[in-house]
């Protein structure tokens, strides 16, 4: 039984704590789309996508405005397009690119996800030719996003990968470098890549999902914040408490969208990703809430423990609430868009190596950093090898989303606008792992029956 009090407790959250719904992504299957021949696929692709979701951002509209609840983005995810393109033997698919960016724009979403490969063992011949793509396909789009998973616990990490990841990223920055190099913001590298993941940049239709699947992605950092502030100086097993139950709340919420949204639509509810994700507004910021629980600035001494207790219990206040969380789910730390850690680094208290460390207890990864233009390529994809090593050894999701801004230097700014934020260019270590790069191959997979 919902009371007065419940109610009254939403309205509060929506209108003075920046509660939202970030997403209502729409999953569809492209596997049915392939043929030999890019330009009917490209046809199929587009026919399809239009079709299904014609009507995704309409009644996303119309359940905003009859639940009075803010949805910020309706998004598409697609089948990865390495595996829909693979008959097709053309030399590039940056058309099948711009056919998904069509589509996108013809249905009004905000960004469309699955521009993708999953190459944690090795490549196929389509994952070879996507890969090779995506700097011209993230230059020539507008809201198409890409994501290539390279590890997992189970197979290791595909160092050769990581190696063409470093150039793929060097070279998406120079192609978008009129623009801050903002390609680098919609390309995710992956460990343990999820299949239902409503956000972006690294949404995609698993193979494992169904023909189409609504996937709702909601937010609170703000909700979370207000709650840490009444708490007062409690101890931190009631702080815990309290963030628990407020996530429950927050949760609440998103299924009931979700639940509309499929109604409505006539498609399956998948999932809810209850993950806090941050915005540049003020008062929506990750980093706040950790300086809330006691820290004088996110990045200093501390931060590691008190984000870990976070993720802790909003994972556990998002299962009471739903039968169906999935996706990523816990607190997001991505750089230019937290207005908290932007300042943190601006203060010169939270760097590379803290961001690093507290990736290992967070829901993704080294995210929506920017880095100096000038990085060696070999340098990007070693960052990469050791945020991916910590997805693998701690069989969790991680991923690097980081920005080489072209002809920007640590200490710079570079501006995306929108909920993409603006980030000052961290300095980083450029100690040449040249050697270790090149060796390339596979690192074996971690053994987990001697745990310690």
């Given at each position: ?29 492209l596997l049915d789309c392939g043929s030999?021949?890019?330009?009917t696929?490209c046809?199929?692709i587009y ?12 009644t996303?509209?119309?359940?905003e ?10 998004r598409?995810?697609v089948t ?9 033997r053309?030399?590039?698919f940056?058309?099948?690119a ?8 013809t249905v009004g979403v ?6 993708s490969a999953?190459?944690?063992?090795g490549?196929t011949?389509?994952?070879?030719t996507?890969i090779a793509s995506?700097p011209?396909?993230?230059?020539s789009?507008?809201v198409?996003?890409s994501?290539?998973n ?10 050769d ?5 470093g150039?793929?990223i060097?070279?998406t ?8 190099s903002i390609?680098?913001?919609k390309?995710?590298?992956?460990a343990?890549?999820p299949?239902?993941n ?6 995609f ?6 023909e189409?699947?609504?996937n709702?992605?909601?937010s609170?950092?703000?909700?979370v914040?207000?709650?840490v502030?009444?708490?007062g100086?409690?101890?931190?097993a ?9 996530a ?5 919420v998103?299924q ?6 499929s109604a ?8 809810v990703d ?8 003020v008062?929506?910021s990750?980093a ?5 629980m ?5 990045g200093g ?7 870990a207790?976070l993720?802790d ?5 998002g299962?009471?609430?739903s ?11 991505p ?6 850690m ?8 939270l760097k ?15 995210d929506?950093?920017a880095?100096p233009?000038d ?9 990469i090898?050791d945020e991916?090593?910590?997805g693998?050894a701690?069989n ?12 920007l230097k ?5 501006s995306?606008g929108g909920?993409l ?8 270590c450029?100690?040449s792992?040249?050697k ?5 191959g ?5 053994i ?5």
């Amino acid at each position: 039984m919902i009371s007065s009090r419940d109610i009254l407790q939403t309205i509060q959250m929506i209108h003075e704590e920046h509660l939202d719904i970030r997403t209502i992504t729409m999953g569809i299957s492209l596997l049915d789309c392939g043929s030999d021949d890019i330009n009917t696929l490209c046809t199929r692709i587009y026919d399809k996508i239009t079709k299904n979701a014609e009507r995704l951002v309409r009644t996303g509209e119309e359940i905003e405005r009859d639940l009075g609840i803010p949805i910020i983005n309706k998004r598409i995810s697609v089948t990865p397009i390495s595996i829909v393109a693979a008959a097709c033997r053309a030399p590039s698919f940056v058309p099948v690119a711009q056919a998904l960016d069509r589509a996108a724009q013809t249905v009004g979403v905000n960004f469309l996800g699955g521009f993708s490969a999953l190459v944690h063992k090795g490549y196929t011949q389509g994952d070879h030719t996507l890969i090779a793509s995506i700097p011209e396909a993230l230059a020539s789009t507008q809201v198409v996003c890409s994501s290539v998973n390279v590890a997992t616990t189970k197979a290791g990490i595909n160092m050769d990968a990581v190696a063409e990841m470093g150039r793929v990223i060097k070279k998406t920055a120079y192609l978008t470098r009129d623009s801050g190099s903002i390609g680098c913001a919609k390309l995710v590298v992956f460990a343990n890549v999820p299949e239902d993941n409503p956000f972006m940049a690294g949404a995609f239709h698993g193979v494992g999902e169904p023909e189409s699947v609504i996937n709702v992605g909601v937010s609170g950092p703000g909700v979370v914040r207000a709650a840490v502030e009444r708490a007062g100086d409690c101890d931190l097993a009631t702080l815990a408490e309290i963030i628990k139950r407020t996530a429950f709340k927050i949760t609440r919420v998103g299924q009931l969208v979700a639940n509309e949204a499929s109604a409505r639509l006539g498609v399956p509810f998948g999932i809810v990703d209850l993950s806090l994700a941050p915005t540049p507004a003020v008062g929506d910021s990750v980093a706040h809430i950790l300086e809330a629980m006691g820290l004088a600035c996110c990045g200093g001494a501390g931060t590691t423990a008190a984000l870990a207790m976070l993720n802790d219990a909003v994972k556990k206040g998002g299962v009471m609430a739903s039968n169906h969380v999935g996706g990523l789910s816990g607190a997001f730390i991505p750089v230019s868009e937290d207005a908290g850690m932007v300042d943190a680094v601006r203060a010169g208290v939270l760097k590379l190596d803290k961001l690093e460390a507290m990736t290992a207890v967070c829901s993704v990864g080294l995210d929506m950093i920017a880095i100096p233009g000038d990085t060696p390529e070999e340098v990007i994809s070693a960052v990469i090898a050791d945020e991916i090593s910590i997805g693998v050894a701690n069989n969790k999701t991680t991923a690097c989303r980081l920005i080489p801004a072209y002809g920007l230097k640590a200490g710079d700014e570079v501006s995306f606008g929108g909920l993409l934020g603006a980030a000052p260019v961290m300095d980083l270590c450029t100690s040449s792992p040249a050697k270790l790069i090149s060796r390339g191959g596979r690192i074996p997979a971690p053994i987990h029956s001697l745990r310690n």
